[in-house]
């Protein structure tokens, strides 16, 4: 069975600053999906950043970045250059082709001005 | 291009009731994932439906069920409400299984009294 880990229930970062939030998981699977998405306030939740488990470069999406250690089993998210409207809850989860998407408790984040 | 909908956006019933929570997917996508999210918690999965048929529900008891129709939108029933119903219920859509990309509705917040 699959199972996603956020040990950081809340963080706050200053506006302009850098923040990595953690994520562990585990699976047996070979093949799989991992995510982060971000719910805003509003509670629209949108997706911020995807890596295939089969590529050993780290996705990067504008200010948006992750750590993929695939030995560890660790899915770290990095926020660079902090915006306010990065305020949000931070939910990693992992997938696979065939089977639903397990995602983690979240990590409550506020971006402070 | 539309998103994913859901109705009704809130929900009011009295425990004992049923409820019924509709969701229609963006266009082309074929699989719907129901969630649960109670105040202040993670994703709670529920149920996933692809191609009209349910392939995987979460550890949740058999008075939460769903279908999904023709034109791939779904609908979610909950029999006999209880208190601890009460949650935002989000449904999400994708091109099928858990390595592609999930679009959010806004959800259903559904309050039992």
């Known amino acids: 069975a699959q199972t996603v880990t956020q040990s950081q229930p809340e963080m706050s970062v200053q506006e302009a600053e850098t923040v990595t939030l953690s994520c562990t998981y585990d699976?047996?699977?070979?093949?799989?999906?991992l995510f982060w998405y971000k719910q805003p306030p509003s509670r629209q939740m949108i997706l911020v950043i995807r890596q295939e488990a089969y590529k050993q470069q780290n996705a990067t999406e504008n200010r948006f970045s992750v750590n993929f250690q695939k030995a560890a089993k660790s899915f770290s998210l990095k926020i660079s250059d902090s915006q306010l409207g990065d305020t949000a809850m931070y939910f990693c989860a992992s997938g696979t082709s065939y089977d639903k998407v397990i995602f983690g408790p979240g990590t409550s984040l506020s971006v402070i001005p | 291009e539309a998103g994913v909908t859901q109705s009704p956006t809130h929900l009011i019933k009295t425990r004992g009731q049923q409820a019924t929570l509709r969701c229609s997917p963006i266009s082309g996508h074929t699989s719907v994932y129901w969630y649960q999210q109670a105040l202040g918690l993670g994703l709670q999965f529920l149920l996933w439906y692809d191609e009209g048929e349910e392939r995987n529900r979460g550890n949740f008891p058999p008075r939460f069920s769903g279908r999904q129709f023709p034109n791939y939108s779904s609908e979610l029933n909950v029999n006999a409400l209880e208190l601890e119903d009460s949650a935002l219920y989000l449904c999400?859509?994708?091109?099928?299984?858990?390595?592609?990309?999930?679009?959010f509705g806004p959800g259903t917040r559904l309050t039992v009294t």
């Open positions: 699976t047996s699977e070979s093949n799989y999906y």
């Open positions: 999400a859509s994708t091109l099928t299984g858990g390595s592609y990309e999930q679009y």
